[in-house]
């Protein structure tokens, strides 16, 4: 980045107004998670009502974990990330490889139906893939919930732009020493497309670890339903809404993923920047 | 195939041992449970399966928890049509003719066949088997039950000048107490409604209660008929619709069913019908001093049951099923239908657990427990047809229609009617 | 490598992928189709061949149309707002605003969090009386007090509120990486012209941020079509559908009428609605072979 002063920068009253406006627009973004730790940090008398007087506790915190298997249902649900994404970076890398430096007969029809599904996804096919599923018998695990997502089109499209810019000097520089295809792919193609892995690999766990109506329809016990799931059906009660143990749970379930932004967000930013999706 | 056969065999024989006989060594009875109550139901459940497996050993109860109702039926009818059924499953009443016609569970009347079993089936209260029956055979066996109650604000009473203890016996009264409880400020905001019916989610449970009142049911008992066009149906929704647009004491447009015990809560509302399954809920978050009733009488008095029947898969062998037998028996004796009452406030589904002495000291200390008792004698069958969920949903969306002011009740109900006659044909004709 | 181990190279490495994707992508597509021609198979009645007869139910069905018209609507309310806001705030995200690093947070955030859980809470600012929208327009502005979610005209505002703020954050992401690249001399050229900082956004930036856009927009379509967890908590498609989407539609149809051929024939229509957009996201990739 220059350091340089940018000339369109917005100056003076320009500067004060635009400033005012963007910090307005954050409060108004930031409000649902400020409110969530409002109410999940104070008794539930404060849930609705805003006196900074109020005393805090950790108690919601304790029904909720109390309240549902939270455990397990973050043990699935790291269980399913991984496996999606592990699977995704395998199969996407190997596809995107072949794409991207392969003349194979077929290919670019190959790749146009592999781009279909940039449009259909598995979310809106629901109807056959459970079908499919129940006739694998493979209803009720986290198999089922990762399987249609593990081919991604998006993962191979963005690694096969990505392989395209590698020099095929380089490719060639390694064969010559005798690197077969694979470990070409490996020491030369993959670490060069580090930070579109990295950037990739975040949109792929914070969506699978919030994807919620695939996994409702596909399991049905504690073993195999992720997070969204387990907080559904928690949160949808006979009795009405219970919002200081629906927030302490929400941010319970979304704490490593908000963590990880914090930590991270710079290099989030800047793997998006790099891996060129723009 | 001949692999199979044998195995046919087997099982069959294995079925001829165990017949009558006690349950074989190590038979699992799965069993699917909505937990669709807040507090700690999946640690009563837990402990009522562990004592079970006490009291026999060789069975395994499996309560696998399976969400909402709503999610609990496509749990199971999922499960079903994949060829892996639970045993057991406690699912709404109303969806015994979906059960039945997907060919899902098989009666209890098939395997409960001794004296003792046949008394046992007639042991609950019969407001609660109406819907469990059909065709003259018992499909489910009463358990996790409720009904609507009025539930009041003391407090608010008394700041309107209304006599705390003396809840609206009838329709007149309800709206008189309702425009003396909804409060207004100068510039025409309310602060306190009078009362607030639910109308999200499943509209047609709470406006069965107005229906009753009036006089009127909605289905035949076969449920292939519904009645949603009678006037009676139409007067009773113009008068829920009355209450926010003429009396002017409930607030507009559709209510939240789960907000709705919040807003009791928050005191923006003196009286607000519900579940019993709430009371717990309630005693807990209430404070101030509330009241339970039942609800006012229009023609007559009039609730809806609702919640939750055992039903026996099918595809189960007969070893699970004459477990499965076993434990429902044991879990709706007197005693565990008390103990299950008190603990969740759902109804106690027999007449005799009311004179358990747990169940006396509990309703002597508190009163409100006993009101949902007393209403069972008023109370009907809740709405219940084949292709329920479709029914039910061309009623929900009528009746908010005519709530939010899209219809009038009249048209409302009678392209309700017309979709209904259409959707049940197929069903009129066998 | 002599040409016949580049194909057989070729055809390993993408055979996993293409295998899964035909299975749960490809045969799914087209097994709906075919499904879509027979009747729903019950209890004692198997499946027979009705030909088109679940689309003719389906033209006769008001709420299939009310579905689609809703969903046209929120897509329509959905898209354009969340495109603009997303390019506003990758523009202040790249600035020197003071505290760039909180705005890019609290506008990234919406982003990580499960919207079954987000869903709730918004649910309580839309509670009338006493939720925090009411506390604001009622207690604070007093303005008459108003059922957010239980009026018909108001329901699909909401949740398109909902969506917009969902959304925005993840596409600024985009824009922010595309507004980075675009080369400072520029900025610099525009300053000696004597450009206004507007005319340098619209003749300058806008222009570079096309493809961008055009992805963006891509995504924006699909998630208009693709996303109902809200209506599940919020408002289970009521008041009397008015805030019903097709694939909601669809999840009712299939997992609670059980009818799954009528189902079918709905994935067909909602299938053809994103094929639609995927001709135009075809065009648009072929712009950008050439471009690279």
């Not at chain 2, 717990?280 to 049951?305: C, E, H, I, Q, Y």
């Amino acid at each position: 980045m220059s350091t340089r002063r940018n000339p369109m920068e917005p100056q003076g009253l320009g500067h004060a107004l635009e400033t005012l406006g963007a910090w307005v627009l954050a409060l108004l973004w930031i409000l649902p998670l400020a409110y969530a730790f409002w109410t999940a940090f104070h008794p539930p008398e404060f849930a609705t009502r805003f006196d900074p007087l109020a005393p805090l506790s950790l108690q919601n915190f304790v029904n909720a974990w109390n309240a549902a298997p939270f455990a397990s249902y973050f043990v699935n649900t790291i269980i399913l990330v991984t496996m999606i994404l592990a699977a995704q970076l395998v199969l996407c890398t190997l596809a995107a490889y072949a794409f991207a430096r392969y003349a194979f007969f077929g290919r670019d029809v190959l790749f146009m139906l592999v781009l279909v599904q940039l449009m259909i996804m598995p979310d809106v096919l629901i109807v056959e893939n459970y079908r499919t599923m129940a006739a694998l018998d493979l209803t009720d695990t986290i198999t089922a919930i990762g399987l249609p997502y593990m081919a991604s089109a998006f993962g191979i499209f963005l690694m096969r732009q990505t392989f395209k810019t590698v020099p095929k000097e380089l490719d060639e520089a390694a064969r010559v020493e005798g690197a077969s295809a694979l470990q070409v792919l490996l020491k030369v193609y993959v670490p060069l497309a580090r930070p579109v892995y990295v950037a990739f690999g975040l949109v792929s766990v914070s969506y699978h670890w919030n994807n919620f109506l695939w996994p409702l329809i596909v399991t049905n016990s504690v073993g195999s339903r992720p997070l969204t799931v387990g907080l559904q059906v928690f949160s949808s009660t006979d009795q009405g809404i219970d919002w200081s143990i629906i927030t302490a749970a929400t941010l319970m379930t979304s704490a490593p993923l908000l963590i990880a932004f914090l930590l991270f967000q710079r290099q989030f930013v800047q793997s998006f920047m790099r891996a060129g999706i723009r | 195939m001949l692999n199979r056969t044998v195995r046919k065999v087997a099982v069959l024989a294995a079925a001829m041992l165990f017949a009558g006989g006690a349950p074989a060594q190590g038979v699992e009875i799965s069993f699917y449970y909505p937990v669709a109550v807040g507090g700690p139901i999946t640690k009563i459940v837990d402990g009522l399966a562990a004592d079970f497996e006490k009291d026999n050993p060789g069975v395994k109860v499996k309560p696998i928890y399976s969400g909402t109702y709503q999610e609990s039926v496509v749990k199971a009818l999922t499960a079903h049509k994949a060829g892996e059924p639970p045993v057991i499953s406690v699912l709404l009443s109303t969806d015994m003719y979906t059960l039945i016609d997907e060919g899902a569970i098989i009666d209890w009347s098939s395997v409960a066949k001794s004296a003792a079993d046949k008394a046992w089936m007639k042991s609950f209260y019969p407001a609660f088997m109406e819907n469990s029956e059909t065709g003259g055979k018992v499909w489910g066996i009463p358990f996790q039950r409720s009904t609507i109650v009025l539930y009041w604000n003391k407090e608010a009473f008394k700041d309107a000048g209304i006599d705390p203890n003396q809840p609206p016996e009838n329709w007149k009264e309800l709206v008189d107490y309702a425009q003396k409880l909804t409060k207004r400020d100068a510039s025409g905001n309310v602060s306190q409604w009078g009362l607030q019916v639910p109308s999200s989610g499943f509209p047609y449970w709470l406006f069965q209660a107005f229906t009753t009142q009036n006089n009127v049911v909605l289905m035949n008992k076969d449920g292939t008929k519904t009645s949603f066009d009678d006037p009676k149906v139409i007067e009773a929704l113009q008068f829920w619709v009355d209450l926010s647009r003429k009396y002017k004491v409930m607030p507009p447009g559709i209510i939240e069913w789960g907000t709705t015990p919040k807003d009791f809560f928050e005191r923006k509302i003196a009286m607000m019908w519900t579940t019993t399954g709430n009371l717990t809920n309630v005693r807990k978050n209430a404070k101030f001093d509330f009241g339970v009733a039942m609800l006012s009488s229009g023609k007559r008095r009039g609730t809806p049951t609702g919640g939750g029947n055992f039903y026996l898969f099918n595809k189960s062998t007969p070893q699970q099923q004459a477990a499965a037998l076993k434990f429902v028996q044991w879990v709706t004796s007197p005693e565990r239908a008390a103990q299950w009452g008190i603990q969740t406030g759902y109804v106690a589904t027999r007449p005799d657990a009311w004179n358990t002495p747990e169940m006396k000291k509990y309703a002597a200390e508190f009163p409100p427990a006993a009101v949902a008792r007393d209403q069972l004698q008023y109370a009907v069958a809740e709405l219940s047809t084949h292709d329920n969920q479709r029914i039910t949903k061309v009623l929900n969306d009528g009746l908010q229609a005519a709530l939010t002011g899209a219809k009038t009740p009249e048209q409302a109900m009678k392209e309700a009617q017309r979709e209904a006659e259409r959707l049940l044909r197929s069903y009129q004709r066998r | 490598m002599n040409r016949f181990s580049v194909q057989i190279h070729g055809w390993l490495l993408v055979l996993p992928a293409a295998v899964l994707l035909a299975a749960f992508t490809h045969y799914p597509a087209v097994a709906t189709l075919l499904h879509s021609f027979y009747s729903t198979p019950k209890a004692n009645r198997p499946a027979v061949w009705v030909g088109l007869e679940n689309y003719r139910a389906m033209t006769q069905d008001p709420v299939f149309w009310q579905v689609l018209g809703n969903n046209l609507w929120f897509a329509l309310g959905t898209i354009p707002a969340s495109i603009a806001l997303a390019m506003l705030m990758a523009t202040w995200v790249n600035g020197k605003l003071h505290g760039r690093a909180f705005l890019r947070l609290a506008y990234f955030t919406p982003t990580i969090l499960p919207m079954i859980a987000v869903a709730n809470i918004w649910l309580f600012f839309y509670t009338p009386t006493y939720g925090l929208l009411e506390q604001i327009t009622v207690d604070l502005l007093g303005l008459p007090s108003h059922n957010w979610l239980g009026t018909p005209s108001t329901v699909l505002a909401c949740l398109i509120v909902v969506t917009v703020w969902k959304e925005a954050g993840f596409f600024m992401i985009f824009y922010l990486a595309a507004l980075q690249a675009i080369p400072p001399a520029l900025a610099e050229a525009a300053a000696i012209e004597g450009a206004s900082r507007w005319t340098y956004f619209r003749r300058v930036v806008f222009p570079l941020l096309m493809p961008t856009t055009l992805f963006v927009l891509v995504n924006a379509v699909i998630n208009s079509f693709r996303l109902v967890d809200h209506i599940i908590v919020m408002t289970r498609g009521g008041p009397d559908n008015a805030s019903s989407l097709l694939l909601y539609y669809i999840y009712d149809v299939a997992f609670k009428f059980w009818d799954s051929s009528y189902a079918s024939a709905l994935t067909i229509v909602l299938l053809a609605i994103l094929a639609s957009a995927a001709i135009m996201q075809f065009a648009f990739l072929e712009k950008r072979t050439h471009y690279q």
